[in-house]
Nanobody, 127 residues
Framework: QVQLVESGGGSVQAGGSLRLSCAAS????????MGWFRQAPGKEREGVAS????????WYGDSVKGRFTISQDNAKNTLYLQMNSLKPEDTAMYYC????????????????????WGQGTQVTVSS
């Protein structure tokens, strides 16, 4: 059974950093397209970053490019999202998700292609 469990969210002031983790079980993160999404109150869920390590693919949304870094540790079967220079507009519930490798290609992430989701972790950035 595939399970994804996020952690690492919290409250931070603007300019600060957080590292989110997504521990996977039931499959290997290196075999899937792994993505981070976020959803702010009253807004649609948006793709933040994705990674398909076997294909050498990494993608970032324009709003986080240069500030966020996606990575994974195959030995720990865990996906990470390092978030630096956080802004109040980064405040959202953050979710990790897994999909077949095709989901990692084509630019903006399509959440409908992701079949496995974590429960989310809240990130709050104050000004």
């Amino acid at each position: 059974q595939v399970q994804l469990v996020e952690s690492g969210g919290g409250s931070v002031q603007a300019g600060g950093s957080l590292r989110l983790s997504c521990a996977a079980s039931g499959y290997s993160v290196s075999d899937y397209c792994m993505g981070w999404f976020r959803q702010a109150p009253g807004k649609e869920r948006e793709g933040v970053a994705s990674m398909y390590i076997d294909g050498g693919h990494i993608w970032y949304g324009d709003s986080v490019k240069g500030r966020f870094t996606i990575s994974q540790d195959n030995a720990k079967n865990t996906l990470y999202l390092q978030m630096n220079s956080l802004k109040p507009e980064d405040t959202a519930m953050y979710y990790c998700a897994a999909a077949g490798k095709v989901a990692c290609y084509g630019g903006v992430l399509n959440e409908n292609r992701f079949h496995y989701w974590g429960q989310g972790t809240q990130v709050t950035v104050s000004s």
